[in-house]
């Protein structure tokens, strides 16, 4: 199993550009989540879904969207660069969204907004 | 609202000096608390899941501990290759009916040969 896997590994917009994340995992998971890591602060969630077809928001919303089309695909959509976006982005899979389940982190993508 | 803090925000030792990190949070109805190590450059790897106050897991060097205010995670005998971050999270329910996962800023470990 390749387990959670992102793309890119880095990347570089201006101001206003969009761009999308990709993110899969292999493991037939149901829950799938995006979170945003900036220093000092900790990872903060952006969205998640609990299944294909179902997403709902995070703490950190605004600027992103997302969609899950498959159980194993969840990209995140910036809509509108903005430096404020700035930061490592992860992605992360559980079994079933269950409140204790194990969260599996992909390796992350360095997003600098310029 | 629901938080976590984590103390010291860096910690040097030496390699065989033990020693312990702290997490201490902030939740209505705790249901579980996760410690998670994180490599530079990479994702968090998952350590740990505590349950309920007074138990305790081991995984090597790590022994993680719980009580209704905080979680301590005890490093006995550090090795360089533990050094990382080392991450603290508690689930919380979202307001939409979801949960989501509360995370510390985390504590940096610097161990030297």
């Known amino acids: 199993n390749a387990g959670v896997t992102q793309t890119p590994k880095f990347q570089v917009l201006k101001t206003g550009q969009s761009m999308t994340l990709q993110c899969a995992q292999d493991m037939n998971h149901e829950y799938m989540s995006w979170y945003r890591q900036d220093p000092g602060m900790g990872l903060r969630l952006i969205h998640y879904s609990v299944g294909a077809g179902i997403t709902d928001q995070g703490e950190v919303p605004n600027g992103y969207n997302v969609s899950r089309s498959t159980t194993e695909d969840f990209p995140l959509r910036l809509l509108s660069a903005a430096p404020s976006q700035t930061s490592v982005y992860f992605c992360?899979?559980?079994?079933?969204?269950?409140?204790?389940?194990?969260?599996?982190f992909g390796p992350g993508t360095r997003l600098t907004v310029l | 609202e629901d938080q976590v803090t984590q103390s010291p925000e860096a910690l040097r030792l030496q390699e065989g000096e033990s020693s312990s990190l702290n997490c201490s949070y902030t939740?209505?109805?705790?249901?579980?608390l996760f410690w998670y190590r994180q490599d530079p450059g990479k994702g968090p790897e998952f350590l740990f899941t505590l349950y309920s106050a007074g138990e305790e897991k081991e995984k090597e060097r790590l022994k993680a501990t719980l009580t209704k205010k905080e979680s301590f995670l005890h490093i006995t005998a550090p090795k360089p290759e533990d050094s990382a971050t080392y991450l603290c999270a508690v689930p919380s329910r979202a307001y939409t009916g979801g949960f989501k996962t509360i995370f510390g800023a985390g504590t940096r470990l610097f161990v030297k040969a």
């Open positions: 992360a899979s559980s079994y079933s969204g269950g409140i204790t389940d194990t969260q599996y």
């Open positions: 939740v209505s109805g705790l249901r579980g």
